[in-house]
């Protein structure tokens, strides 16, 4: 089966990372899916946003927890990055807001929980509820750090795909995936080797390591016959399947 391509945040090499453009240029330039992070503001809206805090991707005097600020004051925020003088102000979009757009589209979409730092209470729940509701759950991959994010999804619901991110090399975690009832594994890149993708996919566990950016190691992967690389890049890894 041939190696499906993410665009990592979008595609964060060359636009703002999660954000409508880098969204609208993976979908551009024919990736297979992409893949986004998750926060919850103060008053429980699922906005799109890496990190935990806005320190490191909005522009201006902002500062501090997503955590403790409200929609309307992200919506205010510029997420432009580093990328301001080519594509100027970008917002923070809302999960509603990508999931509006992919009604336009077929891409995958991986979402990932970031609850490693902030325990956002009922995120999974809420995120579970929109993928229903909007007919997406066939197009969704969850994934996590945060392991136990991805078992109370498993408890909410039976169907949905779900894998576990790690950084570190772990013992047959095709074992360990299925112990959590998890449909795949979202490994850094530099951990993974054939033997454990081989046998991963052997027991019906999926591989998609991120964040393969170096044309040597995408190659690698798909010869390897990685389900997905999960990549800054999409445009080269798409060049590179085909």
Same mark, same amino acid.
């Given at each position: 089966?041939?190696?499906k391509?993410?665009? +990592?945040?979008?595609?964060a $090499?060359?636009h703002?990372?999660?954000?409508?453009?880098?969204?609208?240029?993976?979908a551009?330039?024919g990736?297979?899916?992409?893949?986004?992070?998750?926060?919850?503001?103060?008053?429980?809206?699922?906005?799109?946003?890496?990190?935990e805090?806005?320190?490191?991707?909005?522009?201006g005097?902002?500062?501090?927890?997503?955590?403790?600020?409200?929609l309307?004051?992200?919506?205010?925020?510029?997420?432009?990055?580093?990328?301001?003088d080519k594509? $100027?102000?970008?917002e923070?979009?809302?999960?509603?807001?990508?999931?509006?757009?992919?009604?336009t589209?077929?891409?995958?979409?991986?979402?990932?929980?970031?609850?490693?730092?902030?325990?956002?209470?009922?995120i999974?729940?809420?995120?579970?509820?929109?993928i229903?509701?909007y007919?997406?759950?066939?197009?969704?991959?969850?994934?996590?750090?945060? +392991?136990?994010?991805?078992?109370?999804?498993r408890?909410?619901?039976?169907?949905?795909?779900?894998a576990?991110?790690y950084?570190? $090399?772990?013992?047959?975690?095709?074992?360990?995936?299925?112990?959590?009832?998890?449909?795949?594994? +979202?490994?850094?890149?530099?951990?993974?080797?054939?033997?454990?993708?081989?046998?991963?996919?052997?027991?019906?566990?999926?591989?998609?390591p991120?964040?393969?950016n170096?044309e040597?190691k995408?190659?690698?992967?798909?010869?390897?016959?990685?389900?997905?690389?999960?990549?800054?890049?999409?445009?080269?890894?798409?060049?590179?399947?085909?």
């Amino acid at each position: 089966m041939r190696t499906k391509v993410f665009g +990592h945040r979008g595609s964060a $090499g060359t636009h703002p990372e999660n954000t409508m453009i880098a969204f609208k240029e993976a979908a551009k330039v024919g990736a297979d899916g992409i893949e986004l992070d998750i926060q919850m503001t103060k008053d429980g809206a699922i906005v799109v946003i890496h990190d935990e805090t806005v320190n490191r991707t909005t522009n201006g005097e902002n500062k501090g927890w997503i955590k403790d600020y409200t929609l309307s004051q992200i919506k205010k925020m510029d997420v432009s990055y580093k990328f301001k003088d080519k594509y $100027g102000i970008c917002e923070i979009p809302t999960l509603e807001e990508v999931f509006n757009w992919a009604k336009t589209n077929q891409l995958l979409i991986n979402i990932e929980f970031k609850t490693g730092l902030v325990s956002y209470k009922g995120i999974e729940e809420k995120t579970l509820k929109m993928i229903y509701d909007y007919g997406m759950e066939d197009r969704i991959v969850l994934s996590s750090f945060n +392991h136990y994010s991805l078992v109370k999804c498993r408890r909410i619901s039976r169907t949905i795909d779900l894998a576990i991110l790690y950084m570190e $090399g772990l013992y047959e975690p095709w074992k360990y995936a299925k112990r959590l009832h998890t449909n795949g594994i +979202h490994p850094y890149y530099q951990t993974i080797n054939q033997e454990v993708i081989v046998e991963s996919k052997r027991n019906g566990i999926a591989v998609r390591p991120f964040t393969v950016n170096d044309e040597k190691k995408m190659k690698q992967f798909i010869e390897f016959g990685c389900s997905a690389i999960i990549t800054d890049f999409p445009k080269k890894a798409k060049a590179l399947v085909k």
